[in-house]
C-alpha cells in the first residue's frame, strides 16, 4: 500500500460507488472531496509542512499558500533548529516611504533610554545586573526563562496577498524555517492525502452527494453520516496510532536522578 | 442483427406489401432518418430505464460513435475549441458528450464540466480540477478550460453518445420496436372527419 494516494483517485473511486460510469460529476465529487480533506489535515492528520523562506528587506516572509497555524519557526544551525519567539508587540501597522514602499522597522532605541532588555522581557525593567557606578556585575536575577537570541516573530494574517510573518529588526537571518499546518491544497500540485484516510474521504463524499441529493430520504444522508464518522475515527486511530515503545518511553521521560543526601 | 440498411428494406417491404415499386413515393432516406430519431429517443429512455433499474449512469457502449477532431483557438475569447462533428443526445449534465482525450496522450483525459464552470468554481480549490484541464459543449463547439494546444494537443478523440451514420449499431431487441415505431409513423393517416354526417372523410 502506497502511504499517500492522490484526491483524484479518491473521487473516481467515489464516482464508481455512486454507479457513475462518466467523469461528468467529477468537479462536484472534488469539491466535496477537498471540504473533507481539508477537515481530515486540519483536526486529524498531523501532517506538519516544511518550507525555507527567505526573508525581505522589511524583514517579513510570506505565508505559503496552504498556510493555516505556525507549528515551529526559526532558524537552521547545524543539525538543529533554533526556535524563534513568538511576540505580539510587534506592529501591524507597516512603516512606508514616500512612494509607498515597505520599510522596515528598527530598534530605534537611543542608547541612554530604555534599554532594549526592557521591551524585549515584557516591559519590565532590570537595574539589578549594574552596580552603582553603571559597571556590568554579570548576574542578572529575575528575568526568568522563555527569551530567545535568534529572533522574535508575529504572524500577520491580514497583510501582504495571504499574510506574512513579521520579524523583528535585530533579526540577521534571511533564511527561515518553517514547519506549519496545511490545509493540504496547494494549487500547482496535485492534492494527496494519508492512505489512512483514503476511505474517510470517499465516505465524506457520499455523505455530502446524499445529502444534497434531490427528493433523496433523508434516513440516506443520515446513514452514509454515520459511515463517515465511523470511517473518520478508524482513521484517527491508525493515524494516531499510540505504541507501547511509546508509552515506556513516555512513562520514563519524567525519572530523573536524585542527589544523594 | 440488422444494419441500418437491412431494417430499413424491411421497413419499406412492409410498407408497401412486397417489394417497393419504381413509382413508390417512399424515399429510402427518409425511414433512415426516421430509423436514426426513433433510435436516438430510445437511447435517452435507456439511459433513465438504467438508473432507476441497476443505478447506472449510463447507457451502452454500443451506441458511442468516435470521431478525431483539430483543435482551434478562438483568438475573441482567447480558449481552445473544437467544432463538434454532429449534436449528441441531450442526457442530464451533457453525458451525450461521453468522452474528450488528447492524441498525443490517451491515457490523460479531460474533465467534463458545466457551461458556468470557471465562474461558479472561481477561487475554490476544486476550480483547478487537479491540474487536469475541463471542457463544455456550446452549440456545437466545445471549448477547454485551459490551453491545451500549447501543451501540444492538435487532435482529440471525441466520443458522443448518438446513433448516427450508416455504420450505426441497432441493437437486436431494438430492432422489433425501431421498425414499429417508424411504421406508425409512416402509415397514412385518414383525414379527420370533423362534420357529423354519414358522408366519410369529406375532402375539406
New interface residues.
Given amino acids: 500500500m502506497d502511504s499517500y494516494v492522490?484526491?483524484?483517485k479518491i473521487v473516481r473511486q467515489a464516482l464508481i460507488a455512486?454507479?457513475?460510469?462518466?467523469?461528468?460529476?467529477?468537479?462536484r465529487y472534488?469539491?466535496f472531496?477537498?471540504e473533507g480533506a481539508?477537515d481530515f489535515y486540519m483536526d486529524s492528520a498531523q501532517d506538519v509542512k516544511t518550507v525555507r523562506l527567505t526573508m525581505d528587506a522589511v524583514k517579513q516572509v510570506e505565508l505559503p499558500l496552504d498556510f493555516v497555524d505556525w507549528v515551529k519557526v526559526g532558524v537552521v544551525i547545524g543539525d538543529r533548529i533554533k526556535v524563534m519567539g513568538v511576540c505580539d508587540t510587534l506592529p501591524i501597522l507597516t512603516v512606508r516611504d514616500d512612494c509607498g514602499a515597505l520599510q522596515p522597522y528598527t530598534s530605534n532605541v537611543p542608547a541612554n533610554s530604555i534599554p532594549i532588555d526592557s521591551i524585549l522581557y515584557g516591559g519590565y525593567y532590570f537595574f539589578n545586573y549594574t552596580n552603582e557606578w553603571g559597571e556590568l556585575t554579570g548576574k542578572l536575577y529575575g528575568i526568568g526563562g522563555g527569551y530567545t537570541d535568534i529572533g522574535y516573530f508575529r504572524v500577520l494574517r491580514n497583510l501582504g496577498d495571504h499574510g506574512v510573518i513579521q520579524f523583528n529588526s535585530d533579526v540577521n537571518t534571511t533564511d527561515v524555517y518553517l514547519e506549519y499546518i496545511s490545509n493540504g491544497?496547494d494549487?500547482k500540485?496535485?492534492?494527496i492525502i494519508n492512505s489512512y484516510a483514503e476511505k474517510c474521504i470517499q465516505f465524506y463524499i457520499h455523505w455530502r452527494v446524499a445529502w444534497h441529493k434531490h427528493g433523496a430520504a433523508s434516513g440516506n444522508a443520515k446513514e452514509s453520516e454515520f459511515q463517515y464518522y465511523n470511517e473518520l475515527r478508524k482513521a484517527r486511530i491508525r493515524v494516531m496510532g499510540l505504541t507501547t515503545r511509546e508509552v515506556l518511553e513516555l512513562s520514563r521521560k519524567y525519572y530523573i536522578q536524585a542527589p544523594k543526601m | 442483427m440488422a444494419s441500418l440498411a437491412v431494417l430499413r428494406d424491411q421497413i419499406i417491404r412492409r410498407l408497401v406489401g412486397g417489394d417497393q415499386i419504381s413509382d413508390s413515393q417512399i424515399d429510402p432516406r427518409e425511414i433512415e432518418l426516421l430509423i436514426l430519431q426513433v433510435l436516438n429517443a430510445a437511447i435517452k429512455i435507456e439511459y433513465f430505464t438504467n438508473?432507476r433499474a441497476?443505478?447506472?449512469?449510463?447507457v451502452s457502449g454500443q451506441y458511442i460513435a468516435t470521431y478525431i477532431c483539430d483543435v482551434k483557438k478562438d483568438l475573441v475569447r482567447r480558449e481552445d475549441y473544437i467544432t463538434l462533428t454532429q449534436p449528441f443526445v441531450a442526457l442530464p449534465?451533457?453525458?451525450g458528450l461521453?468522452?474528450i482525450t488528447p492524441m498525443n496522450g490517451k491515457c490523460r483525459?479531460f474533465?467534463?464540466?458545466k457551461v458556468g464552470?470557471s465562474s461558479l468554481?472561481n477561487g475554490?480549490?476544486?476550480g483547478?480540477?487537479?491540474?487536469?484541464t475541463?471542457f463544455y459543449p456550446e452549440r456545437n463547439k466545445v471549448f477547454f478550460t485551459k490551453d491545451i494546444m500549447s501543451q501540444g494537443t492538435s487532435k482529440v478523440m471525441v466520443k458522443l453518445i448518438v446513433a448516427a451514420g450508416s455504420d450505426v449499431v441497432i441493437p437486436p431487441d431494438m430492432e422489433e420496436t425501431i421498425v414499429k415505431e417508424v411504421m406508425s409513423i409512416m402509415i397514412p393517416k385518414m383525414p379527420q372527419d370533423k362534420i357529423v354526417d354519414n358522408v366519410d372523410n369529406p375532402q375539406v
Avoid at chain 2, 483547478?128 to 487536469?132: D, V
Fill in positions: 492522490t484526491l483524484d455512486n454507479g457513475e460510469e462518466s467523469l461528468h460529476k467529477y468537479a472534488l469539491q472531496g477537498m481539508k491544497f494549487p500540485e496535485e492534492t | 438508473i441497476e443505478d447506472v449512469h449510463g449534465n451533457d453525458k461521453d468522452q483525459f474533465i467534463p464540466v464552470f468554481y475554490l480549490p476544486a483547478n480540477l487537479e491540474l487536469k475541463g
